[in-house]
């Protein structure tokens, strides 16, 4: 499976933080896995944001409020992140990542992407 993170590098506080995973060797719609969103903020662990199953089902880190959505385009085998109303404290490496929903939860997902750094900043 290959995992591709494509989005803005800086976004404004209060703004929308918007980015894409294109996947490769396998499908959105594949029942394997839970692809998700992970990230690292600077001189943090890692931390799961939330995820999306083979049915269209989303899970969110409760941290996160209503904040995190995640949606797919089965069309193009995509699935993306928006978090809302961001401050800096939203500024990390964002990675998409595939697992089961316990590897995704534990932030031990069997595939990773690159990983793209975001910024929040004015």
């Known amino acids: 499976v290959q995992l591709q993170e494509s989005g803005p590098g800086l976004v404004k506080p209060s703004q929308t933080l918007s980015l894409t995973c294109s996947v490769g060797g396998d499908s959105v719609t594949s029942t394997y896995a839970a692809w998700s969103w992970v990230r690292q903020p600077p001189g943090k662990g890692l931390e799961w944001v939330g995820f999306?199953?083979?049915?269209?089902?989303?899970y969110y880190n409760p941290s996160f409020g209503s904040r995190a959505s995640i949606s797919r385009d089965t069309s193009n085998n995509q699935f993306d992140l928006h978090v809302t109303s961001v401050t800096p404290e939203d500024t990390a490496v964002y990675y998409c990542a595939a697992g089961s929903t316990l590897q995704v939860v534990h932030t031990t997902p069997d595939y990773w992407g690159q990983g793209t750094q975001v910024t929040v900043s004015s």
């Open positions: 999306i199953t083979y049915d269209g089902s989303t």
